[in-house]
DNA sequence: ATGTTTATTGATAATGCTTTTCATTAAGGC
DNA sequence: GCCTTAATGAAAAGCATTATCAATAAACAT
């Protein structure tokens, strides 16, 4: 691993930010980059890549891989805390869910074996109603 | 896209299904790849691929893509126990454990959102007793 | 059995996302 | 302005996966 990043504010980071905050949506790295340099903002693509790294690792932004093994990043809209998500895997639809019991789940189970520091990561996929109404029609 | 595939029963379609049988755990192509030439069973890494893409359409084994953006394989019909995993994260160290209680969770959350046909993805991190040990004294 | 058809195989090349490298640039502090 | 070094970014490397295409071998007919 390189330098921690994030100690010093620049053009670049700021401008990535700013795509994101104004994306209700995941988008990839590669939009990101293309939506910048639409508008101007020419950052490097590498650039890109990294602050999207770093605002993931410091919680400001939310990472999932879709099914194409890309990884799709949006900004978190409740700030309020740890959450999951519901995703179609079909269409993508996202739907953010709290989950107070997983957390208390993980923290027993964790500190029953002995562990501490405890995090986690967990994504459910499913049928969203509406690929689901689609593939039923299709059957017939 | 090429022709379909699985009109024909070949000796490389049942190695590849043979060792996906045997593991009860979910692996990554280039896994089961080394899996079948360590065990004798010469089997072109594109084969595996495509043999495991023809497996998934048809439905008899599950994907996911981990958080590396690689495609994961598991026979299907976890009768066996779908688990999840406490791992440490300095050693690796991990435990196998149960959660019906996320099981349902999920379920309960799909459902409520209109999602159908649900499965989810989850792992624990933390630090292990020794790790954590470990790591108090080196305070001093 | 033998031949014919064509699905299947697999070594290799190509693709595409992501990370490294490393020389250059520019924040932040003096 | 000057210095230190975090940050940038073009190009190269890495890595999983897919496309190519000549060679092979199922399934089936003769």
């Known amino acids: 691993m390189s330098a921690k990043i994030g100690q010093r504010s620049t053009k670049q980071r700021a401008a990535v930010a ?3 905050a104004e994306v209700d949506d995941f988008r990839s790295a590669q939009d990101l980059h293309d939506v ?3 508008r101007g903002d020419l950052v490097g693509l590498t ?8 605002l993931t ?3 400001d932004i939310d990472v999932l891989i879709n099914s194409d093994g890309e990884s799709i990043y949006r900004h978190c809209g409740q700030s309020a805390g740890h959450h999951h998500h519901l995703v179609c895997r079909k269409c993508g639809r996202t739907v953010e869910v709290e989950g107070k ?3 208390r789940w993980t923290d027993a189970i964790a500190h029953e074996h002995g562990y501490s520091d ?9 049928l969203c109603p ?6 039923t029609e ?3």
Chains 1, 2 share one sequence.
């Open 101 to 103: 019991a997983i957390e």
């Open 36 to 38: 910048l340099r639409r």
């Open 118 to 126: 405890i995090t986690h990561t967990m994504e459910i996929f499913g």
């Open 130 to 135: 509406a690929c689901a109404r689609e593939s």
């Open 47 to 54: 650039t890109v890549y990294r602050t999207l790294q770093a």
């Open 138 to 140: 299709a059957m017939s």
């Open 18 to 20: 700013a795509a994101l």
């Open 57 to 59: 690792d410091s919680g």
